[in-house]
């Protein structure tokens, strides 16, 4: 079992920064694969960045490749996400979410297994 408990969201201006926190329970916290992924209103659950269980590897959508960073430090089992260049498009309830057992991050939500409760990005134009 994995509880994951988001944080660092809030009301930002365009072209602004936010670090999102995911802070996870556990003692296997390693062994998982950890997505961000965001909702928008009216909008599905999408893919917005993967990283591997030793944090290796990294993925991320296109919509937010050179401007979102995603890093994990397994001994404080925590995921973060770095949110630069924020765009009002941006805006969205963020999750984290932990994958077990994958070679790489899956962009799809329903691969994973655990999620945290959502955390609200705004970024005003």
């Known amino acids: 079992q994995v509880q994951l408990v988001e944080s660092g969201g809030g009301l930002v201006q365009a072209g602004g920064s936010l670090r999102l926190s995911c802070a996870a329970s556990?003692?296997?916290?390693?062994?998982?694969?950890m997505g961000w992924f965001r909702q928008a209103p009216g909008k599905e659950r999408e893919f917005v960045a993967g990283?591997?269980?030793?944090?290796?590897?990294?993925y991320s959508a296109d919509s937010v490749k050179g401007r979102f960073t995603i890093s994990r430090d397994n001994a404080k089992n925590t995921v973060y996400l770095q949110m630069n260049s924020l765009k009002p498009e941006d805006t969205a309830v963020y999750y984290c979410?932990?994958?077990?057992?994958?070679?790489?991050?899956?962009?799809?939500?329903?691969?994973?297994?655990?999620w945290g409760q959502g955390t609200q990005v705004t970024v005003s134009s």
């Open positions: 979410a932990a994958e077990a057992f994958a070679p790489r991050p899956s962009s799809s939500p329903g691969e994973y297994d655990y």
């Open positions: 990283i591997s269980w030793s944090g290796g590897n990294t």
């Open positions: 556990g003692r296997t916290f390693s062994s998982y694969a």
